[in-house]
């Protein structure tokens, strides 16, 4: 099953039965509203701290994949989530209030696929027949824990990118209708040395690069084998930094469409998110809102969604340390695509 | 694959090929000092942080284990790891050192199972030939992100735990010498309501003892197929009531030894740790370190180590949250065993 020396070949391939994504209301002002199966129209969504917000989104998300994949909470054997906060406080409830057995996992904004990749793995292999892959974040949760409490008010440059609000997940099976998860390859950490936290862009540029570049070697496949490939948060700065890499490594990112799920999700120029969005659910929301849509609608037959993440903490920063950063892509088609 | 509800069975019989365990002072002057591969005498061990300190222990666990598995790090596919600190950063830095794919996971305290579950899967699935599970703790670093930087000298209750400074790494394979992983019973969340961040053990037995239940009912198996059942980190408190439970629950625990990882790591009576170690590190280093010697020595025939997690953070707890606990059991066993 592991093809080259970084790819997971799902030759059962699982299906993603349903998938569901909530947001907050930035997102719900951008390009991608009609997608979302949930908007809400406060970022507290009357909840008492914005912790407690995030975590709603969540069991709201997996909530709305569970219908959508037309099964029983019952019926769920793994929940395979995790998010931006400090000891994945978000997933760790929405696992106590879904009650199944459940598999934290830490990739900063790279878990929505790091949790894809795992949940249909495990289908694959026959070590589960349903799995949910999951993930979330919070504008107000990441900005307090991150930088400052969004009350301070603290000027950003234009480099910064915006955390998405937002939950996403996705339900993987042996069988059923929807869209094929066909392979995964798992990133490595690539840290060339940036350490400013306000352009996480173009720290985890690299990491893009190197996991796509891996990616080809391992499958054999190349950019025009996809309709669509999509980084996850690379935003303004670091698309175009890995455009231009990929360009000089010789990968013809021309013989496809390459795009960021940073950029996707807002309308960069009209609404105030700096350089784009941001965040675990930045990728999640667009993967399961937005593209499976695409999919389903047969415009698009198979796409590689490249999650990039950064994994410092406010303490690896303070005490000096450059941002090491890494990115998982999966491979996602229609069925009938092989 | 999937055996039950919860449980994975690796048919494959993937090998521990090699493991290793470093650890801090205080767990050199335990009872299992000589089974450790390195005794730090300092706790900073010669870095500027306590971070950087247990950076550090991660890194060299993972150098022995290489070492004693006789491969080269090249030949390493996965490394998944985890740890206690926000955003997981020993396990990501070390992955960095490492240079491999790298998934990263959290389970707070039952990293140490979950990881070794995952490897092992990864292995017996055929998505990997050689993965490598680790994990890492810091009192210091614990005790400063988690309570009060030890520097203050604040007091603690009698049902406090004492976090484990160490590290342990295992090495897992297609085939090889050493002991078998049989099986792994990925736990689901329980949370009974217990909100004291000093009284962990208490929180986390009702969450080990469904996992226990779980392993019995999914695999068949009972007590006295087991020369040994370890929990992870109950200690002195929660493993009393861990056992409690279990009797009342009518699974015949006295067929079997039944011990907790922290009480052997440390001499509870002597060193002053409160109810007995935890951490990340603490079943992390008792397995990796003393009890797969036992298995080696043909002392012990079959082991059942079960991983216990509390995943709370400072701030779910601030908010007035219950501490939402997990356990994740493996089985492993000396080859001839079946």
């Known amino acids: 099953m592991l093809r080259g ?8 391939r699982p299906v993603i039965i349903g998938a569901s994504s909530v947001v907050g209301p930035d997102e719900g002002e951008g390009p991608l509203a009609s997608d979302f199966d949930l908007i809400h129209p406060e970022l507290d969504m009357q909840q008492k701290s ?12 997996s909530d709305f994949a569970i219908r959508h994949a037309g099964i029983q909470k019952e019926q769920l054997q793994f929940y395979i989530g995790g998010d931006l906060l400090n000891q994945i406080i978000s997933s760790s409830f ?3 209030d879904l009650g199944v057995p459940y598999l934290g996992m830490f ?7 790091e949790t ?14 349903y799995a949910l892959a999951g993930t979330s974040s919070h504008n107000c949760t990441a900005e307090k824990q991150f930088r400052y409490p969004t009350e301070y008010g603290a000027q950003k440059p234009p480099t910064a990118q915006y955390t998405v609000t937002g939950a996403g997940a996705a339900i993987i099976a042996t069988e059923g209708d929807g869209p094929v998860v066909a392979c995964a390859t798992i990133g490595k950490i690539v840290d060339l040395g940036v350490s400013d936290p306000f352009n996480m862009g173009a720290a985890m540029a690299p990491a893009a690069v190197d996991t796509i570049q891996s990616h080809f070697n391992d499958t054999g496949r190349q950019p025009s084998d996809y309709d669509l490939i999509v980084t996850g948060d690379l935003a303004n700065v670091g698309h175009r930094i890995a455009s231009d890499l990929l360009e000089r490594g010789g990968v013809p990112m021309r013989d496809t469409t390459f795009g960021d799920c940073g950029l996707m999700v807002y309308d960069v120029e009209k609404q105030k998110v700096q350089a784009g969005g941001s965040g675990c659910a930045c990728s999640a929301v667009v993967t399961y809102g937005h593209l499976l849509k695409r999919i389903a609608s047969g415009e698009l037959k198979r796409i590689l969604v490249v999650a990039t993440g950064a994994l410092l903490s406010p303490l690896s920063y303070q005490q000096g340390e450059t941002i090491p950063c890494i990115a998982h892509a999966v491979a996602i088609e229609s069925k009938e695509a092989n």
Chains 1, 2 share one sequence.
């Open 94 to 96: 929405a696992a106590r």
């Open 116 to 129: 894809l990749a795992l949940a249909s793995q495990l289908v694959n292999s026959g070590s589960a027949s």
């Open 5 to 12: 020396n970084q790819t997971w070949w799902f030759e059962q």
């Open 107 to 113: 990739g900063a904004c790279s878990t929505s696929m």
């Open 50 to 61: 914005w912790e407690k917000a995030e975590r709603l989104l969540m069991e709201q998300a």
